[in-house]
């Protein structure tokens, strides 16, 4: 089952400075909400374990996330799936786009889509459009704390 | 009629096990030594399967064995199959896409079977089912059946375009001058919505090896050990019928969803020989969900033809099957001929046509289901009479009754010969019940505070008692649907049934035991019933189709016969009679015009005592058996009546008053048949409300518990207004017709046709939740809005 989510949120430094944190591994696991580990695999490429509760389910999902639609400094994309064992799987992208805010600082929109199956949909159906709002918000909030903190 | 005789409402004599906590059903069987399975299953709704990485799973604490499609294959498993064959208009066999039990190579629903953990514990085989690495490549699936020909989902290579095949019954040139004819056509798009069964127990099953016999035993949730056994030993190959065991303990309802040969099952007895360890698995709540066969799920456009008279001149129909992901083991049958020869109602209807595509889809197999096709006929039948009667400014009572068969038999025009029935009867009974002729005032009480009242009939007929074996293997069956019976008297008296029927509910052990006890004069409590068991019973057709009392029971009172013979010989002896000169009733023989007598447990001892008779010219023993084949199917038919209200504030519906008045022939248990019509009406109010299968696009099911897939439940139900008339069914020696499926045929159509009377237009489907009649009651308001 599939939902999209849009958002976006105010960032206190440059453009520059955001597009740097945002391809920086040590930056993205320590967003990425439930983010065990985050292996270099490639270029573009990580290994991921993240661990994630939908509803009465939670597993353990191991996959890949990758970025990919490099426009510096302006866009990319980040997306990333993982199987969970007879939880089932999860995936999904965001589109990030940069825009000088007005009055300073950085304005990031973010256009997230993500993929359910197995065990999450079957028990979770009821909660996965809200735990997957919750994730990606996170993710962004936590970004923004990042950026905050410098 | 004595007080356990035929005709009385005897308590049933299994509850007291039942509902004590006595029972014993497969999940109650531990073997000694036995290890558990667990699926993996797939998350994917049509994915290929690239690589599956054992190796982890395999070093994980108290893993037995891991087996894939691949074992399957190498160990020539066969495939499970399809028992009914069905052929496209065009002459081709109908397209079977292959079912291993465990993948190969390609999933193809959500919960198809992808690998089998075998362990000491089932939390272990769980655990180690985690480390099960598989790489999927996903594939685009189709869950619409109205979608599924040119979908870009492949789903079966044997099957092109997915479809299964193209069927039609009736004529259809006749039909189509019908309606050129006509003075009215009614148009009718309905939806028949996917349901899952949920019996209460789910399934189950133990395989056991015997290294000693080379003999295997399934232990299993089945309503029909014998087909399992055969089905598993003649077409899957896992062992030859004397080496193979099938037990079905108690089964805790099933609905038609354990008639079917399933994977797990399939497995279970299959790894138990290869790990040589009983092998046991039982169903979670939510395996249930995915992997039973799910019921219904047509999409179907309908026309009636009709004269300037209001008399139906044609009926045609074109409906769209899901058949799911494979086919199951009766799924064929089920949207062709338990449907479209059901399609002449209680109606005189000349000229009839359907048309039927069923298609693959990438969703969990649909097979028989309560009432299996006949409920989809009945609501194709029951909306367009309704709507037909309101579009021509009809009375839809008057109008059924315009039309209604009225002399017997009748043979309609889509292979069915109607042998009896007054419909009539059942109607005027109904009327009369639900106070249908003051309909007019309640409805405007109704409306003074702010309420929608409607009411809606549903005159069904179905056919059961399934089935003479030559007319329905002349229709595509594998395998003939007779009955047989056993009746061992011991030397005491006691009487012990041996029947290929299987309950799984409907009170057997007491039933079967009134006829004993109507027909040989001895106490219930002095029969025993057996039955679900390959090694006990010789052979057996199992339960469904509401067959065990019009064909389970003829096949017994066959062997009564031979048994009342046979001791009139030995009473005879006793006697010093001749047989023809003896009498037998009340349990006592004897000899016409005297006083002299004896009963029937002195004749049982005299049997096996054996001194009093010469045992050359008469075998000592008292023992027959019998196989009864039905001449024609049963035609059990009635009126249900339906009057609700809604609140279009909150679009919540709240049925008001049930009137069901059903002809089921002569009753052999008036209480436990009134049990089924309870359950029956409930299982269809379901479905009309409440009930509905749903996936996403993609193919993951969304209702996979009962947190998101609704029951009905006792407070949405009224308490019922049950009557009966009674016109005995003429082929079979009981005169009865069957009740097990009535309730479910009869009631979808009640509901929704009392809804659009309330409601005042017809745009509504079933499931007809909150939300869908407070959209369709905010229409209503709009158009009394518009009309004032």
Redesign the interface.
């Known amino acids: 089952?599939?939902m999209t989510m849009k958002g976006e949120v105010a960032l206190p430094a440059d453009r520059q400075t955001v597009w740097a944190k945002l391809n920086d591994p040590e930056v993205l696991k320590a967003c990425i909400p439930g983010c065990q580990s985050l292996d270099k695999t490639g270029e573009n490429g990580f290994s991921a374990v993240v661990k994630l509760k939908v509803g009465p389910v939670s597993a353990t999902f191991k996959g890949n996330v990758e970025l990919s639609d490099f426009d510096p400094p302006n866009s990319y994309k980040i997306s990333g799936s993982g199987?969970g064992?007879?939880a089932?799987?999860a995936k999904g992208g965001a589109v990030v786009h940069l825009a000088d805010a007005e009055g300073g600082g950085t304005l990031l929109t973010y256009d997230v889509e993500a993929?359910?199956?197995?065990?999450i949909?079957?028990?979770g159906?009821?909660l996965i459009d809200g735990v997957a709002k919750k994730n990606a918000d996170t993710f962004f909030a936590n970004f923004a704390e990042n950026v905050k903190a410098g | 009629m004595s007080v356990t005789g035929i005709g009385a409402s005897v308590r049933r004599k299994e509850d007291v096990r039942f509902v004590t906590g006595k029972g014993r059903y497969t999940d109650d069987i531990n073997r000694p030594g036995q290890a558990h399975a667990y699926f993996?299953?797939?998350?994917?709704?049509h994915a290929t399967i690239n690589n599956i990485d054992l190796s982890a799973a395999l070093k994980m604490p108290g893993v037995v064995a891991v087996y894939t499609g691949d074992d399957i294959a190498a160990d020539k498993v066969g495939g499970l199959i399809c028992g009914w064959m069905i052929h496209s208009k065009d002459g081709s066999p109908m397209k079977a896409g292959a079912h291993p039990a465990l993948a190969q190579g390609k999933v193809r629903y959500?919960g198809d079977h992808v690998a089998v953990v075998i362990a000491d514990k089932l939390s272990q085989a769980?655990d180690a089912?985690?480390?099960?690495?598989?790489d999927?490549g996903v594939l685009p699936a189709i869950v619409d059946p109205a979608m599924a020909v040119g979908a870009d989902a492949k789903i079966h290579d044997a099957a092109p375009d997915n479809t299964v095949y193209n069927w039609h019954l009736g004529d259809k040139a006749a039909t189509d001058a019908a309606f050129a004819r006509a003075a009215h056509v009614t148009r009718l798009d309905l939806v028949n919505n996917r349901l899952s069964p949920n019996a209460m127990e789910p399934r189950a099953a133990v395989g056991d090896y015997d290294e000693g016999t080379d003999g295997l035993t399934l232990y299993t949730t089945s309503q029909n050990p014998h087909v399992a056994r055969l089905v598993l030993s003649a077409f899957i190959g896992l062992a030859p019928e004397h080496k193979f065991r099938v037990i079905a303990p108690d089964v805790g309802g099933g609905f038609g969803s354990k008639i079917f040969i399933y994977a797990e099952e399939t497995v279970c007895v299959w790894a138990a020989r290869k790990v040589r360890r009983p092998v046991k698995w039982t169903s979670d709540r939510?395996e249930a969900?995915?992997s039973d066969a799910h019921g219904r799920d047509h999409v179907t456009h309908a026309e009636l033809a009709l004269d300037a008279y209001g008399k139906i001149l044609g009926l045609r129909a074109h409906t769209t099957a899901n058949l799911g992901a494979y086919l199951s083991t009766f799924s064929s049958s089920v949207p062709t001929y338990l449907y479209a020869p059901l399609l002449s109602g209680q109606y005189d209807i000349p000229a009839i046509y359907a048309e039927v595509d069923a298609v693959y889809t990438n969703t969990a197999p649909v097979d028989a289901y309560r009432g299996a096709g006949r409920p989809e006929a009945t609501f194709v039948v029951e909306r367009l009479v309704e709507i037909a009667a309101r579009e021509t400014g009809k009375d839809p009572a008057a109008f059924r009754r315009q039309n209604f068969v009225t002399s017997f038999p009748h043979q309609t025009p889509v292979i069915m010969c109607y042998d009896g029935g007054d419909y009539n009867a059942s109607l005027t009974k109904a009327l009369e019940i639900a106070d249908y002729a003051n309909i007019g005032k309640r409805k405007a009480e109704a409306a003074s505070r702010g309420k929608l009242r409607g009411i809606g009939i549903s005159a069904y007929i179905e056919a059961c008692g399934i089935a003479p074996s030559a007319a329905v293997g002349s229709l595509g069956a594998g395998v003939g649907l007779w009955e047989s019976a056993e009746v061992r008297v011991n030397p005491i008296g006691t009487v012990e049934i041996l029947t290929g029927s299987h309950s799984h509910g409907q009170g057997h052990e007491t039933t079967f035991a009134q006829l004993v006890s109507e027909r040989l004069g001895v106490p219930i409590d002095n029969v025993a019933i057996i039955h679900g068991d390959t090694d006990k019973v010789q052979m057996g057709m199992g339960t469904y189709g509401s067959r065990s009392g019009a064909v389970g029971m003829s096949a017994i009172v066959k062997a009564l016969d031979k048994i009342e013979a046979k001791a009139k010989k030995v009473a005879g002896h006793c006697l010093e009679a001749s047989p023809d000169d003896i009498e037998f009733k009340d349990g006592k023989f004897t000899v016409k015009g005297t006083d002299k007598s004896i009963d029937f447990p002195s004749v049982a001892l005299q049997a096996y005592i054996a001194h009093k008779f010469n045992g050359q010219e008469l075998e000592p023993g008292l023992k027959e058996s019998a196989f009864w084949d039905p001449t024609n199917f049963t035609f059990p038919a009635g009126v249900h009546i339906c009057e609700l209200e809604v609140d279009p504030q909150t679009g919540v519906t709240t049925i008001v008053k049930w009137t069901a008045v059903d002809d089921f022939g002569n009753l052999i248990n008036p209480m436990i048949v009134e049990g089924q019509v309870h359950g029956g009406i409930a299982q269809g109010v379901g479905q009309a409300l409440f009930e509905g299968a749903v996936y996403?696009?993609?193919?993951?099911?969304?209702?996979?518990?009962f947190?998101?897939y609704q029951m009905p439940r006792a407070d949405n139900l009224p308490s019922y207004n049950i009557a009966i008339t009674k016109t005995p069914c003429p082929s079979n020696p009981l005169g009865i017709k069957g009740c097990g499926e009535a309730g479910a045929i009869a009631a979808p159509p009640a509901v929704i046709n009392a809804l659009t009377d309330a409601l005042g237009h017809e745009d509504i489907a079933m499931p007809a939740s909150p939300l869908a009649v407070w959209r369709a009651a905010r229409k209503t308001m709009a158009m009394k809005k518009a009309a004032e």
């Open positions: 089952m599939a199987e064992g007879i089932g799987f993929n359910v199956g197995g065990k949909a079957q028990l159906a009821r | 993996l299953r797939s998350p994917h709704a959500v769980r089912a985690e480390k099960i690495v598989v999927y939510t969900f995915l996403t696009k993609d193919g993951q099911l969304v209702t996979a518990s947190m998101d």
